[in-house]
């Protein structure tokens, strides 16, 4: 069904839109300033559930309950947590080809890993396996550390199962797919426990205080591309700080950002920038 042209859904009155979208917009980052017919769209089954027949119900609810599982809900149905495996597979051959060999060349055999807005796993399970294959027999004398985070708990259930569709897996190079995954019974592919191991899923706001450590690398794909632009500026510049020295920002292929007082990171190619101040 096409819920533009749809009249069932419950109209969002212009009050009712604009709270919802500051309310996003403040917490969450998430710019949905042009997407009313998404929001009435995605929050019907919401409404429902709720057994109310208007959004100031809702809103109400979200306001007397503000860290509560209804707002985990409500976030749940208001992110975009499209992810798939091997998605801009170029990032995971820069960390096979360039980042590993180059901690190594440094004596270094640890790296730790930062994939913020993880979605339903795809990619730190990917950065996982990139890490493994690059490494090969020397993997068990590194330290490997990946955290996974998003703010979508339905997102991080479905990313700590590890479980997948066949069709998921079309991106993957057939040597990945030997190595990393099992075929279960119920014909989906689950990823082995030696890769599960090396992620560790947690929920995090990118709108809150980072805490304080370094990352080697920080994936951010196709996470500020819902934020307005001054959102994403002041995140960069949290990842900037979160950044070891010579470390690694990568984000989507469709997506920039531009260096400023407080971000001094250097291009090095679309989407891959890296932090040298020395
Ligand atoms: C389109 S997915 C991208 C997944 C993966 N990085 C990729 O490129 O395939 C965007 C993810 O960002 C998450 N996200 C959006 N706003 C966020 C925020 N403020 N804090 C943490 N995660 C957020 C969403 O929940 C969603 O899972």
């Known amino acids: 069904m096409n819920y533009e042209e749809s009249s069932s859904f419950v109209r969002l009155t212009d009050s009712e839109f604009d709270f919802i979208v500051k309310f996003v ?13 998404l929001i009435e769209a995605r929050l ?17 609810l979200l306001k007397s309950n503000p860290a509560s599982d209804k707002v985990d809900n409500f976030i749940n149905k208001i992110t975009t947590n499209y992810s798939y495996f091997n998605r801009e597979m170029e990032h995971y051959d820069f960390l096979m080809n360039t980042i590993i060999p180059s901690l190594a060349q440094a004596k270094k ?13 795809e990619e730190p399970y990917n ?13 068990n004398l590194w330290s490997v550390s990946i955290n996974a985070t998003d703010v979508s ?13 066949e069709s998921e897996l079309s991106g993957m190079p057939e040597a990945w797919r030997k190595n ?8 989906n592919y ?8 090396t992620v560790s899923f947690s929920k995090f706001n990118l709108m809150d205080p980072f ?22 500026q002041a995140i960069v510049k949290k990842f900037y700080q979160s950044t070891a020295e010579g470390g690694y920002l990568l984000i989507g292929h469709s997506e920039t950002i531009s260096r400023t007082a407080d971000n001094q990171y250097k291009y090095i190619r679309p989407s891959i920038y890296q932090k040298v101040s020395k």
């Open 190 to 197: 689950q990823v082995k426990d030696n890769i599960r191991n």
């Open 127 to 139: 950065i996982a396996m990139a890490i493994d294959s690059a490494l090969g027999l020397k993997r």
């Open 44 to 60: 019907a089954g919401e409404l429902k559930a709720n057994g109310f027949s208007s959004y100031a119900q809702y809103i109400d």
């Open 25 to 37: 917009s403040e917490r969450y980052g998430i710019d949905l300033s042009q997407k009313r017919r």
């Open 109 to 121: 055999s640890s790296i730790r890993i930062w994939s913020a807005g993880c979605s339903t796993g």
């Open 211 to 232: 805490p304080h450590r370094l990352y080697d690398v920080i994936f951010c794909r196709n996470v500020m591309i819902y934020f307005k632009q001054h959102t994403s």
């Open 180 to 187: 990393y995954m099992t075929k279960l019974p119920n014909g």
């Open 153 to 165: 708990t339905r997102a991080l259930t479905v990313a700590k199962k590890a479980e997948y569709p």
